[in-house]
């Protein structure tokens, strides 16, 4: 069990640092400033990218299922972790067909920019097995996701990591934390 959880969050550490995205940024050429996502509970931003998942998961068009993650609240690096805050979702698909892997990744790469995102990264990662890997921006809905076909896993999988811009609290709320 420790090594689940170690690992997952070196993959949520890992998954969040790329996700700033270009179009992402407050102001041009910043580089790493994640945007406001406007104001929020953490309860109802993590429902909106919930859904943001959901929709995600409509554009897949291939039969399959997908794990039971819910999101999680983090920080906002450089501000006050009383009032702002960002969330995440990671979770995974699996295709009811292996040999199905490809059709739902190329469907994620030509479904995603007609849905308002823009694709900022493409191609194979860095791993010793060059898992063919997406990053996108929606601007409109201040998120970026990353996108990494596991192919040799068993069994085979898409593994979705989900990130918001920062949100700040409503005055007189508290973040809470999950």
Not at 121 to 127: F, K, L
Request: glycine share 10%; proline share 6%.
């Amino acid at each position: 069990m420790k090594v689940k959880l170690g690992a997952s969050a070196l993959l949520v550490s890992i998954a969040l640092t790329p996700l700033t995205g270009c179009g992402m940024n407050e102001t041009e050429n910043t580089g790493n400033t994640v945007p406001s996502a406007g104001t929020s509970t953490s309860r109802d931003a993590a429902d909106q990218m919930k859904k943001l998942s959901g929709e995600i998961h409509g554009l897949l068009g291939v039969e399959g299922k997908t794990s039971g993650s819910n999101p999680g609240i983090m920080d906002c690096a450089g501000k006050d972790r009383e009032r702002y805050f960002r969330v995440f979702h990671s979770w995974s698909f699996y295709p009811a067909s292996p040999g199905r892997l490809d059709e739902a990744m190329e469907r994620l790469r030509t479904e995603l920019p007609k849905s308002g995102w823009k694709i900022s990264e493409y191609g194979p990662d860095t791993s010793r097995n060059r898992n063919l890997s997406l990053t996108a921006d929606n601007d409109a809905k201040k998120a970026s996701v990353n996108v990494s076909q596991r192919a040799k896993n068993d069994p085979p999988k898409l593994s979705l990591m989900l990130v918001s811009g920062c949100y700040e609290i409503p005055a007189g709320q508290e973040i809470e934390r999950f």
